[in-house]
């Protein structure tokens, strides 16, 4: 109950402090000017773009999963091949896809693809938050997802060289893209003030969920188009999405208020 007590009063000093920081405007009332200014804040806009890249890390993660199932060549297309063999009259191909596929991969193979990844974030995740002490958040968090972004968008290319191949740009994804979490917390502990960390947190972590839910229907509708036997489409797309993402992002984001060149004094001052 204490705990509770100190919480509470915690959070309505730091209320009342952002209060006495915020300019007081008459056409609107305080708590609609605070509300206001935070989300005009630097802070907040730090939160809004880790929201998206965590949107782009989920759509990097999962695409492949999707588009698996168009790029190679499904079990069913052999049997059928075999019937058209054995009964060229009375088989009919009005159900039959002409144009089933493109790698000939065993389902261990393609295990091998989707687990690869793992297998690297395993690696770097730990070590990130070490790095992140020393270099910055900023970089760190945007590095990783640049860096999985320009192997994703490889990804088409790198196929046709074989599974291996591919299984090892996945194991690289996965080096890369760990280091974004750990990174990012490391920044955001720096923007957030106290009562307010709880959020910012689970507005930017939230990308995540909406990249896993918005990425599936998206990557499966790009598979679905004739344009580069449809499939590629959603690693060329994810791929350049992040290199926009990434021009913002440097732009936005500084490893801590006292380097920002733009922040207002009210706010670096919370």
Not at 145 to 154: P, V
Not at 173 to 202: C, D, Q
Request: hydrophobic fraction near 40%; include cysteine.
């Amino acid at each position: 109950m204490a705990h509770t007590l100190d919480n509470s009063n915690e959070h309505s000093r730091s209320f009342e402090k952002e209060k006495l920081l915020t300019p007081i405007n008459d056409g609107c009332d305080a708590d609609e000017k605070i509300f206001l200014s935070k989300v005009k804040s630097t802070r907040y806009q730090i939160a809004l773009m880790g929201f998206f890249g965590f949107f782009l890390i989920y759509a990097m993660r999962i695409n492949i999963s999707i588009a698996l199932v168009d790029m190679v060549k499904s079990e069913d297309s052999d049997s059928e091949n075999d019937v058209n063999q054995n009964c060229p009259v009375t088989y009919s191909q009005n159900s039959s896809n002409s144009d089933d596929g493109t790698f000939d991969w065993s389902s261990s193979q393609q295990a091998n693809v989707l687990g690869a990844f793992y297998y690297g974030y395993l690696i770097t995740q730990i070590p990130a938050g070490y790095v992140a002490s020393k270099i910055g958040g900023k970089h760190l968090y945007g590095l990783g997802i640049l860096t999985t972004g320009i192997l994703t968008f490889f990804t088409p290319p790198v196929s046709y060289l074989g599974v291996q191949w591919l299984s090892a740009l996945r194991f690289l994804e996965g080096m890369t893209e760990a280091v974004t979490y750990p990174s990012f917390n490391h920044l955001i502990g720096r923007w957030a003030p106290k009562f307010e960390l709880s959020v910012i947190a689970t507005l930017a972590a939230s990308g995540a969920p909406f990249g896993n839910m918005l990425t599936q229907p998206l990557v499966g509708y790009l598979c679905s188009l004739d344009l580069l036997r449809g499939w590629p489409l959603g690693f060329y797309a994810v791929g350049v999405l992040v290199i926009i993402w990434y021009v913002v992002w440097l732009f936005v984001a500084y490893d801590s208020p006292d380097e920002h060149p733009r922040i207002s004094e009210n706010e670096r001052n919370i």
